[in-house]
């Protein structure tokens, strides 16, 4: 496939991961990944609380007939405790990552020490920053630095290989920037620095970096492929790098909506046992009729906390999951006949 043949540019085909901004779009991305959890948490309580209070209003349901509130208060304590225990059980499978005998660990810490030697040679530093939002920026710069020489490598090539490799280290550089000032912004343990980790689609580039090497193997030379080589080990890098700060990430998250759940789990139970008390005067409910339907679904919202912490929570790790559900250059969420490059079996026989 010629150059002719590629007039799209090679940025039109990445996953566009954290793209989405203005309006319903920026609304939703704010509701499913970048707002705090505990606030999207009690975003969801006051709809919950808005609702019942409106369903009231016009009639649709009723606080006043005690079997019912009892058996609905009944179903919400056994749903609590499920759960809970579920949370429970998801602690206990975070924990167990934790817990290696010496010879695991020792490899494990191997194989970190490796990786932080990998990033201090590739950037040239005496050692890598401890902290992973300043070791992912240093890895990020070195992504750029390597497309800037590759850019400078092919300036005397012939014009279609100079203008496709141009194409492609604009692109890089241009989101690399775009990553480097969300991380300069970010603080280890914020989503923030998660997020510009994600936000940068590596895998297309180094899929693009990979095609790009064996279209114009013949054509480069051979400083070019040298420095195309080094922009695709960064790459290798970067790659490695999210995945071990989304990992540890995720593990923070989930450790941390366990606690919470613990945390709200008592007072939703006894909420929800307050709820059937309220109606177990024989004369009927022991609070005003004027107020009973504000007090029943304000206990209502506690009962639901832990599952609106579920919910929030739940929301922005199954997401982030699966933007990232990819192992270097393979994008499963693209169309299968999407991108510029076309290849056909045995062509370069």
Known sequence: MGPSETDETLESFGPDIGSRSGGLAGAREWFVVEGS?????????????????LLHEVGIIS???????????????????????????????????????????????????????????????SATPATPTRALELIVESIRDDAEKLDAAVADHDRDVREEITRYTNDVRRRT????????????????????????????????????RGEYADSLSPVAIDRLDELTDSLKLFNVAREQFKTTYLQRELTRFSQLTIYFGVPSILSAIVIGLLYAEFTGPSVSATVLPYVVSALTVVVLLPLTLLASYILRTATVTRRTASIGPMIPQKDPDEGPFDVTYGEQR
């Open 177 to 212: 920037e775009r990553v480097a000032e969300m991380l300069e912004r970010a603080e280890y343990g914020s989503f923030t620095a998660v997020s510009a980790a994600i936000n940068y689609d590596e895998a297309w580039h180094l899929y693009a970096a990979t095609h790009l």
């Open 37 to 53: 959890r505990t606030r999207v948490a009690a975003l969801l309580s006051v709809a919950v609380f808005v609702l019942l209070v």
């Open 63 to 125: 606080f006043a007939n005690p079997n019912s509130v009892t058996r609905v208060a009944s179903g919400m304590i056994a749903g609590t405790f499920s759960l809970v225990t579920l949370v429970v059980s998801v602690n206990q499978l975070i924990l167990s990552q934790e817990f290696s005998a010496a010879g695991k660990a020792r490899d494990r810490l191997d194989g970190v020490m490796e990786f932080r030697r990998d990033i201090a040679d590739n950037a040239a530093v």
